[in-house]
């Protein structure tokens, strides 16, 4: 791994636990966090379930809804 690799995977860490962060949970137990992304991931990209956690999302980052 290079260093520029590195780089763009210890950027790609630090935003993503941004997200954990927004989200108040940083004081939620690791184990919860992974079965909470382990079972988000179980969501197929087209489900009824998936738009609405995305819009969600989009709500919380003040983005417009689609």
Known sequence: MTNDDRRKD?????????????AGLR???????LGVLVEAATHIPSSSEHTRLEKLGK???????E
């Open 10 to 22: 210890t950027r790609e860490k630090i935003a993503l636990g941004g997200l954990i962060v927004k």
């Open 27 to 33: 004081d939620a137990n690791k184990a919860f966090l």
């Open 59 to 65: 709500t919380v980052f003040g983005e417009a809804q």
